[in-house]
T-cell receptor
Framework: LAKTTQPISMDSYEGQEVNITCSHN???????ITWYQQFPSQGPRFIIQ???TKVTNEVASLFIPADRKSSTLSLPRVSLSDTAVYYC?????????????FGKGTHLIIQP | GAVVSQHPSWVICKSGTSVKIECRSL??????MFWYRQFPKQSLMLMAT?????????EQGVEKDKFLINHASLTLSTLTVTSAHPEDSSFYIC??????????FGSGTRLTVV
């Protein structure tokens, strides 16, 4: 899996839009970008996955520029319950035979 | 779909005893399952890959005789921590490969060895 770099922590307030950027300069042609969310004492939860341009689902949007060397997870109108660690993973993560290599993730703290 | 159930959610055991953690895929067949360990305030670290009907593959530095993995069916993988010691206390998480859709994770097991 390609190495990723993301901020260690971020703070925001309820109702704000939060954007978390992940750098992945060595992304390969076949690599996808996947974001997971983890609450304390729980397993990671899939948030969104994309290959290029923009992907949107009911909880988040993922923006990927044309060179794919970075990506931005956008969480609209966050609430206190969005406080969690967010992991960006890049690779052939379409359910293959290899386990995932998690980086340090971004600890997002939402304040009232 | 693609739910993985992990049991127990927490367990306390005495030093020297063994503990078994179960990971079940509820609505799909998981040929491959993965076991991770997570220490406080750290990221997940892959311990081993479990393949149905064959021996598990362990990551470098993981003692295969201490962490016994059995994947006897397409819906069940177990991790047994043998002769547990306090340094084995951690959060253990299983995951399953779900076709082309990615990976799904169990809710984790908090192991405390006293």
């Amino acid at each position: 899996l390609a190495k990723t770099t993301q901020p260690i922590s971020m703070d925001s307030y309820e109702g704000q839009e939060v954007n978390i950027t992940c750098s992945h300069n060595n992304i390969a042609t076949n690599d996808y970008i996947t974001w997971y969310q983890q609450f304390p004492s729980q397993g990671p939860r899939f948030i969104i996955q994309g290959y290029k341009t923009k992907v949107t689902n009911e909880v988040a949007s993922l923006f990927i520029p044309a060179d794919r060397k970075s990506s931005t997870l956008s969480l609209p109108r966050v609430s206190l319950s969005d406080t969690a660690v967010y992991y960006c993973l890049v690779g052939d993560v379409g359910g293959g035979a290899d386990g995932l290599t998690f980086g340090k993730g971004t600890h997002l703290i939402i304040q009232p | 779909g693609a739910v993985v159930s992990q049991h127990p959610s927490w367990v306390i055991c005495k030093s020297g005893t063994s503990v078994k953690i179960e990971c079940r895929s509820l609505d799909f067949q998981a040929t491959t399952m993965f076991w991770y360990r997570q220490f406080p305030k750290q990221s997940l670290m892959l311990m081993a890959t479990s393949n149905e009907g064959s021996k598990a593959t362990y990551e470098q530095g993981v003692e295969k005789d201490k962490f016994l993995i059995n994947h006897a069916s397409l819906t069940l993988s177990t991790l047994t921590v043998t002769s547990a010691h306090p340094e084995d206390s951690s959060f253990y998480i299983c995951s399953a490969s779900w076709g082309v859709y990615g990976y799904t994770f169990g809710s984790g097991t908090r192991l405390t060895v006293v």
